[in-house]
């Protein structure tokens, strides 16, 4: 008897989506919605119960209309949960806030060195112990209320289910909280006393209890509920089981990430936003990262249409330029973003922003030590200039796109599919033909030039 269909919840920071994936690992159903982080107080905040209403409603709907019998999800990083009994002790944060300057200083200088948990020091939340840090200074008594420290996939596992698990591709994630090398808690957890709130480890993908679902029609249906994963580092399992071994993944959206486990770790540099995630199977690998997704929005002025070739090489000749950085974080930390060279507006100023995010993809590859074949998922696939830039800029590479860019919700649904012992998916990449659009290396060149100046003279030896 084949498998039910499954649900994904896939939960980015701007954008929550349901995926129901058919036993052949077909999309057969899809819902959206924008989760709302509010203010309270002091503190920007995730509406959790205004979220958790709408994945209920949607699971009464796929579980009546497809059969549904299982859920997973699929969740961005940065982002943990403190709970109690049957709830939180704390809302949960929004990620892009920063601690006070006076207590940022005293947090700082408890997180461990780089060499322990491979986790670069960033700014706001994106070291998601610094967070918890930030918590337990405003106010002591939290941590002690706390029963479970759990990261956001697991809160949503625990929501659905009532059990508290841990899920090490999550907590390895630039978090302060792992160290990759040790495969155990940091020296933060324990200085902390920590590792008592650290509920057990469940692997990605397994099912760890189940949920009770109260149909319109007045039947009840159990589902059962599989531990949830990191988005990114799900992306990178889905396309390992395609086939996929000797590559780097760049993983697209709010953030470009790129995985390249051929990379030695000594190769990374912490200054340049680079670190080791941690795969579901808790093997460390090389990642550097930038919040392209987000900058081509900032860049662009919120350019919602496709760019043409033409406008692309209409800047190329212009030798108008968009450099680092739009966003916080990334190889560029320090920099505000700004457009060099003629004035550009509209599809044109897309343009510059699309070159400025191949741009930075490209430094991020040589950054990270990247000759083997890449494969592009995630949002910017969808731009289709995109990865032809991509392809234009590595002339020694070959440079794949998947056709459905929603690999973290299929790499989810992948580690489900393997715990019930099936594995339907088929390897229907395709390999990203180069740009014709102008003197693309002329202007890469330029670019760099700029780049190079900005960053000091020791950043070109360090990306050679």
């Not at 509920?199 to 149909?215: C, E, K, N, T």
Request: with cysteine; glycine share 8%.
């Amino acid at each position: 008897m084949s498998p039910s269909p499954i649900a994904v919840f896939d939960l980015g920071k701007t954008n929550s989506k349901l995926f129901v994936l058919s036993a052949d690992g077909k999309v057969i159903d899809e819902a959206r919605t924008r989760p709302v982080w509010r203010q309270e107080g002091a503190l920007k905040v995730l509406d959790d119960a205004a979220l958790f209403a709408w994945m209920k409603n949607e699971l009464v709907r796929v579980v009546s209309t497809h059969g549904v019998d299982r859920i997973t999800f699929s969740g961005h990083g940065c982002t943990f949960a403190l709970v109690a009994g049957n709830g939180l002790v704390h809302p949960i944060l929004d990620y892009e806030q920063e601690p006070p300057a006076d207590i940022a200083r005293s947090i700082d200088a408890l997180t461990p060195d780089f060499g322990e948990t491979f986790s670069p020091p960033l700014p706001l939340g994106f070291n998601y112990g610094r967070h918890l840090l930030w918590l337990n200074a405003r106010d002591p008594a939290l941590l002690d209320k706390t029963d479970a420290i759990l990261a956001y996939p697991q809160f949503w596992s625990w929501k659905f289910s009532g059990h508290k698990v841990s899920e090490v591709s999550y907590l390895g994630c630039h978090s302060h909280l792992w160290a990759p090398l040790a495969d155990d808690f940091s020296s933060l957890v324990d200085r902390m006393g920590w590792r008592g709130k650290m509920p057990d480890f469940a692997r990605a993908g397994s099912a760890i209890g189940m949920h009770q679902v109260s149909l319109d029609d007045g039947r009840s249906v159990e589902v059962a509920v599989h531990n949830g994963v990191h988005d990114s580092n799900a992306a990178l399992y889905f396309y390992r089981s395609l086939g996929f071994s000797d590559f780097t993944l760049v993983s697209t959206g709010t953030w470009v990430i790129v995985f390249n486990p051929a990379s030695p770790l000594e190769r990374l540099d912490s200054a340049r936003d680079m670190l080791a995630n941690v795969t579901v199977d808790r093997q460390p690998v090389a990642t550097i990262r930038f919040m392209g997704g987000r900058e081509y929005d900032v860049a662009s002025n919120g350019w919602a249409r496709p760019v043409s070739p033409e406008a692309v090489a209409a800047v190329i000749a212009k030798r108008a330029f968009a450099l680092p950085s739009f966003a916080a974080g990334g190889p560029m930390q320090g920099h505000a973003g700004q457009f060099s060279g003629p004035t550009v507006d509209g599809e044109e100023r897309a343009a510059v922003a699309l070159l400025y995010v191949a741009l930075m993809t490209d430094l991020s590859l040589d950054l990270i030590g990247s000759k083997n074949t890449i494969v592009i998922d995630g949002g910017l696939v969808k731009t289709g200039l995109y990865s032809a830039i991509l392809a234009a800029l590595r002339p020694g590479q070959t440079v794949h796109t998947s056709a459905n860019a929603e690999g973290s919700a299929f790499g989810a649904a992948a580690l489900v599919f393997d715990a019930i012992g099936s594995n339907p998916f088929v390897n229907d990449c395709t390999v990203a033909e180069p740009a014709t659009v102008g003197d693309l290396n002329a202007y890469r060149q330029a670019w760099r030039q700029q780049v190079d100046a900005m960053a000091g003279s020791d950043f070109r030896e360090k990306r050679l």
